[in-house]
């Protein structure tokens, strides 16, 4: 999902990997052809980037961030909300943080806690791999 126009590659720098993109599969813009990035765009994006999922996942997310912005619309919208806690005492997790506190949103820390939480109930993978350590096997 693009905060610009889809003939517009940025940041510019991935310009072959739109190519790539919209060679093999779709880009997705609400913004007209020519259209270019602003950060407004780039907020009013996050809430379709959140609608069109079931779940969210922010790993860092600072107090005032885009990926603070998306996990308020997927709250809004009733959608899966998780986050990757942090340090207390980085800036970086203060988002995190706040919405495990005070958005109700689910802690993960793994890739099987996601996929338990967005999977129909009772068709998960085992929620943590067992993780054999050499003496385990000791007898």
């Not at 990997?17 to 609400?30: K, R």
């Not at 997310?61 to 899966?80: K, P, V």
Request: charged share 15%.
């Amino acid at each position: 999902m693009l905060a610009c126009g889809v003939n517009y590659a940025y940041p510019v720098g991935h310009e072959e990997m739109f190519g790539t993109i919209a060679g093999n599969g779709l880009i997705v813009s609400e913004w007209p052809p020519g259209s270019r990035p602003t950060r407004l765009r780039f907020l009013i994006r996050n809430r379709v980037i959140a609608a069109l999922t079931e779940g969210t996942v922010v790993v860092e997310a600072g107090h005032r961030s885009g990926a603070l912005n998306t996990a308020r619309h997927a709250a809004e919208l009733s959608r899966t909300l998780m986050a990757v806690p942090g340090p207390v005492t980085s800036e970086q997790s203060a988002g995190c943080h706040r919405i495990i506190r005070d958005w109700n949103g689910a802690c993960v820390t793994c890739a099987s806690d996601v996929l338990e939480l967005l999977s129909p109930l009772g068709t998960a993978v085992g929620k943590h791999p067992s993780v054999a350590r050499p003496r385990d096997q000791l007898t």
